[in-house]
């Protein structure tokens, strides 16, 4: 439904206004306090038969275009428009796209709210995600809000201010609006919003995905089908439960879907492959109907199913008793860059993603040593033109060019054969899972770390691959696969970050430390 354009009246002023009654109050008051000054905590704004609610429900009040609100409350500063005029792409010439596409678009900090950029920022890794936000006819509030902040973000170059989409995730998950009363954060005065958990947010906002309709392979919706977060980022663990103390017990199986799956980390964790296993090798103690008491269980956890996008979390908050709160593990953890998920999978399901997965390992260092023997023929024949007489009307007798050894014919044919060759390899059931890993291997393409000791402050930054934002194109290769830099998003502030620099986030200290992180199934192609 189209926004109602509709009046407040406020100190004596008329002031115009859009209302969209498929949104929440909490926007329309928004708009308000964009118009009026008056913040939406003293904000009342008035209707037939009280005030409006964050709840209030549009159709009860059943506004009218041109209809005018009363609104009372003391308005305080205004919001400060950007320092420089927002510049939407098709406002610019050539030249100007070609720098302003040079870097993704930021997100402003509204006040402790760097925890919703960085994860917006890391979602931004799923491209099919906005595909199916973008196709999708209906959609909630939430995903509605998340399909225009990223379109507004693609069509900008300057940090985008993301209010409404806080908005609505504030509306949807209450407990992002908390307030901090302690009056060191915010910008509300005394009482500012507090700083939430990033790993807490990628969670919230999965699950306000849960209802977004999935896609087939052509990126058309797919209406009664699979939804879209089963599809491509739901796993599924198979859990079973063993009495120690009482082998003769039947061991008890259970089937649960999961978004994450969790690094521990310990005294001895270094490397994040370890803190996986530990977390899924467990042992815990629980009623024994054999025993009749209390015994110790070992629990081995595998997973039977896995997604397209695979998101770990690195388990760095801990409760302490001693000091009555969460506290950050600051241990030092390496993580990979590539991840092989066969180890963590069930028998049945790594019979099935062994042929498929060995396969593909040859052929990546089959194709990395075409791209080194490019590299060389290149240099070759640049080095061979640069060092021919230049010198005019006198004819040189050129001598014939050698054969560069292992002449190669172009990539594209390559690829069109491998990707025959891999697509028989893969497993029928798994070929008609659309959404699921075919082979077990991943790419880590977005990292969210948290900076700081205390886990309910610090900082939040995101970093994404660059090649997530540089698609293959179907004539060929339209991004130079060695390049392994980063896209690093400190709020709107957006730099390079180099592939060398990415053992700095293995954690260690107070500084910025990998918390989650989203990895991605290798493509055959």
Partial sequence: MAPLQVHVKHAGKTLDVNLDTSLPPAVFKDAVYQVTGVPPERMKVMIKGGVLKDDTDWKKVAPKVGQTFMVIGAAGELPKPPEKPIVFLEDMDESEIAEALSLPVGLKNLGNTCYMNATVQAMRAIPELQTALSTSPHLDVLPRALRDLYSNMSRTTEGYIPTTFLTVLRQVVPQFGEVDRSGKNGILGPAGYAQQDAEECWTQLANGLKEVPGIDITGNTVSGGRRFVDQFMMAEMRRELKCDEAPEEPSTVTIEKVLKIECNISATTNYMHTGIKDAMNSQLDKNSPSLGRQAVYSQTSRLSRLPSYLTVHMVRFAWRRDIGKKAKIMRKVKFASEFDALEIVTDELKSKL?????????????????????????????????????????????????????????????????????????????????????????????????????????????????????????????????????????????????REKLGTIDGGGEDASAYVLLYRSKSLA
Avoid at 393 to 415: F, H, K
Avoid at 469 to 498: Q, R
């Fill in 354 to 498: 062994t042929p498929v997965s060995s396969r593909l390992k040859s052929i990546e260092k089959e194709r990395a040593e075409r791209r080194k023997v490019r590299k060389r023929t290149k240099v070759a024949q640049e080095a061979s033109s640069s060092s021919r007489p230049a010198e005019e009307n006198t004819d040189v007798e050129m001598a014939p060019v050698s054969e560069v050894p292992g002449d190669l014919e172009e990539e594209s044919v390559y690829r069109a054969r491998e990707l025959a060759e891999l697509e028989g390899l893969v497993d029928a059931d798994l070929k008609n899972d659309y959404g699921c890993s075919v082979t077990g291997l991943y790419d880590l393409v977005a990292i969210v770390t948290h900076k700081g000791a205390d886990a309910d402050a610090g900082h939040y930054i995101g970093f994404v691959k660059k090649s997530v934002f540089h698609a293959k194109s179907g004539g060929g290769l339209a991004f130079d696969e060695d390049d392994e830099d980063w896209y690093k998003f400190d709020d709107d502030k957006v730099s390079v970050f180099p």
